[in-house]
């Protein structure tokens, strides 16, 4: 979603949201929207795309752990904006640059020369549970819960889920 796509949702810039460091070759993306647990909204794909791209360009990260802030992984997309644009009456156009963001991390995260590691800390649904799917590997806490949540709201997997 374009900035510009972003702000028409109300849901804006979201600068902190998407968090990377890297010490001693482990580069460590996390997602920071807890108290929504982590469900992706505004410009976060495009942020997490971002992360992903410095990372694929940095030869002397030699793995990835992506993990979420507070009590949970990522909880998906966020459904508020999804209600709102239902309520809108909202063409498919709409939803679209959503669902090519997802497809941009997934295929970031398949094309990545080094191992990725989920390390999920508590709700993996929706999406989130298919971008726990996209990694190489997975570590569940004794709190972590994995949801394919899409016949819910009326959905088909989308992040690469009915692949992984």
């Known amino acids: 979603m374009s900035a510009a796509r972003a702000n028409e949702a109300g849901v804006g810039a979201m ?6 460091g890297v010490t001693a070759g482990v580069a460590t993306i ?6 929504k647990l982590n469900a992706f909204a505004g410009d976060m794909r495009e942020r997490m795309v971002e992360a992903l791209d410095r990372v694929a360009n940095d030869r002397n990260v030699r793995v990835l752990v992506l993990t979420g802030a507070g009590k949970g992984f990522c909880s ?3 459904v508020q904006h999804m209600v709102d644009l239902k309520g809108r009456h909202a063409e ?4 679209a640059p959503l ?4 497809r941009a991390i997934v295929t ?7 191992p990725v590691i989920a390390a999920v800390n508590g709700v993996a649904a ?3 549970c298919n971008l726990a799917l996209a990694c190489d590997v997975r570590l569940a806490s004794s709190e972590a819960r994995f949801g394919e949540t899409f016949v819910k709201i009326g959905l088909h997997p989308d992040w690469g889920g009915s692949y992984h």
């Open 15 to 20: 600068p902190g949201a998407i968090l990377l």
């Open 30 to 35: 996390t997602l920071n929207r807890p108290d």
């Open 76 to 78: 998906g997309g966020d």
């Open 92 to 95: 498919f156009d709409a939803l």
């Open 99 to 102: 669902l090519e963001a997802g």
């Open 108 to 114: 970031r995260l398949a094309a990545l020369e080094i």
């Open 126 to 128: 929706g999406a989130g």
